[in-house]
């Protein structure tokens, strides 16, 4: 029995030395290939997205971020330093409208989003331009650059984004007054007629289409 | 469940058996032989069934009609075949068995040696070394110490026996060398499965995502703040450099300069700088009237186009009216293997219209009056010729970076496009570079850049300049680089670091620091030592002298006396 429980404790120690070192080796490939660096992890637990009010829920829709469904509700910081919640903007048409600075197609199309929100601000238009995991600063420039006027929000952490299942960008949401996704559009858009300038192309563009849809 | 058991021990056996493992390391050595030897699939083709047969076509000049049966037989494309991957697993297998089974003996070996050989080794042992005399063992065992030996000292009164050991761990080498190629094989299993490439093509001020998703949950941006580089007198790249910063989750979280040979890092992606290029413009389209951004992109010059340099003086007064490249319209066709490319310039307060006839390596530019196409001169570079009050010199023609911008906004709407070509190009701009200022295109001054498409002439923007054009002004910003960058992420390079490492350890203990064990026997006045480990070292050489100081005379010395 003594024996036995000896050479029990003999093969322990004999896999002891092997299994220290791959431990070792393994511990070693984790710390340099995943080690916290500091930084870029900054607390943003109250911003992202959130539950829709029950009151705003309805029974028959589900929130999702597809045509059809209620748009998922989500919370986030602005530039001018307040936050927007979607589901604040209840009775107005919003587009929504996930971007990035770095993003070619999203710069392009954002002089069409600008004079758009201009033409139908007044009708009950809202845009929420979303940029996805871009410095506020770099942000900033930006706005200020292109005159977007309306409320440009950060989405640091891409939760939003994630929430709304993005594959690319730019991605743009229609959701009408209802809360409703009525329209999803993958990528820039077009203007369909030739020979127009920005304003004028606004009225025959893909964008035009969905801002209709959503203030009807 | 017995034949479970059994199954496994004869499994574990065949693993073992150091006859497979010849077989099938020899196996896989003559594999990778033909693998380096033939050609491989390259990665950009791997997995796209036209990309296969067009490289399959280009292997079939090489290698004739043998090619598809190399091919079907996986000879093509070896190291991502599953059977290499399974021979290799096989390998690893049997080296993992080998290494374990030898484990309790190593351990054994090491840790509790043998200290007590039977006398009759004393006789017989191949290197042995004999003398007599009383030996002092406190000035042996001293002695042996001091040579790093472990010594024991054991026995009764009538034979006392040593026991030396050196560098008893340096007999794990062999284990140590059978653990760094399973290491080596499982780094090119992960650099495989995990290894991460992109390139990025960033200008100077631009930013771009390392992954193609936007939400990718470990997103990053490449923010180039500034490139630069050194030339020589023809232009040709000496170095170049990079600052970059990255961006994750909307924060910096690194900022560093990059050459070709000191990537940036972090969160195990490394930066590289892989390439320059140093045609880029920076341009920028506003409504006049709201002042707002609608166009704001660096363009990237990818296309060399002709660009005639010409100086035109008024013949009257003698002044300069012109100096500098002019940017044509796309060539047209005219037969015979010549094109024509035309522009309209105004100098000294009327219509010039120039066609650039090129082909079968000469070129002429006709310069006429845009009114009176009846008047005309046609130079060839370096000449000059008056025409209507004016002389003309073409200096050279040359070719000057361009693009033709489709998306950038004109007054009429979307059309052709724009063509965008920038003369006085330098690498060396105030921006671009600071290193030695190197004119490739054009003349001394500022790089201009000339927009053709906005009109019906050309416009010509220095940096800064505004031009407008009906409800829009463009701005030129400045001659911007491009900079291209590799984002890689390998976790297989730390293996490869460890097995390396294990490897050149192994191959030290074997060589250098070999394990070394000594016994002696003290009996009476007879004194024998024996060694084991020591291959082809003189034991004589190295304990006689220890041996005489501990008052004992080596067997030759005793003859000799005698």
Redo the contacts between chains.
Sequence with gaps: MRGSRALKGDLVR?AMI?LLTVAA?AF??WW???RP??????ALDAYGPVDLPPSLATPDREVAPREGALAPDFLLPTLEGKAVRLSDLRGKGVVIN?W?????PC??EM?QL?AAYQRYRKEGLEVVAVN?????D?VRQFAE???MEFTVA?D???AV??AYS????PTTFFVDRQGVIRMVHAGAFK?QK?????QE?IGASELEEGILQILR | MAYVRRWGRDLFSFLVGPRWAVIITAVMAAIALVGVVLPQLPPWAAGDPASVRAWLGEQERRLGPATPWLWRLGLLDVFRAPWFAAGLGLMVASLLAYSFSR??GL?AFIFRPRKWPPDVYFDTAPQRLEGRGHADVRVLVQGLRRRLYRVEVLGDEAVTYLFADRFPWAHAGTLLAHVAVV?LVLAAAVGRAEAFSIPLMVAEG????VF??????R?M?VEVTRAWARFDAQGLPLQYAAELAI???????ARCRVTVNSPCQ???YRFHLAAYFGFGAEVVVK?AS????????TVALQMQRPAPYLRAWEEGTGRLAHEGAVALGNPIATGQGLTSSLALLSVAGRDWALVLREGKGEATLLIADAHDLSRAVALAPGEGASLGGVRWELVAIQKAPAAVVA?M?T?????EGLLLQMSNVAYGTGNVSQGGRVAVVGGEGPPILILLGLGDRPIALQGGEVARVG?YEYIFLGQRAFVGIEVRRD?SV??VW?GAALLVLSLVFTFWLPRRRLWARLKGEEVCIVEQGGTGMDLRRELGPLLRRAGVSLRQEVEEDD
């Excluded at chain 1, 990035?100 to 070619?104: L, Q, S």
């Excluded at chain 1, 030739?194 to 920005?198: A, H, P």
């Excluded at chain 2, 193609?212 to 949950?217: E, G, Q, V």
């Design positions: 004999r092997p080796i070693t490939i340099l290939e995943y660096r500091g930084g870029g992890e900054q996930f990035a600075t770095w993003c070619p710069r392009k002089p600008v996805v995991g871009e410095p506020e770099r650059e292109f005159g950060l640091k952490i891409g984004a994630r993005l594959l690319g960008l203007e030739e020979g127009l300038g920005v192309a | 484990l309790p351990y290491v631009q930013v771009r995502p193609p998703t936007p939400a990718h949950p997103q941006e961006f994750r989750r909307g924060e910096e979280v972090y969160g195990g409504e709201s002042g707002r951004a609608i166009y704001h992109e998306d906004p007054p009429l709407g979307q059309g409800q976790p730390h293996l460890a």
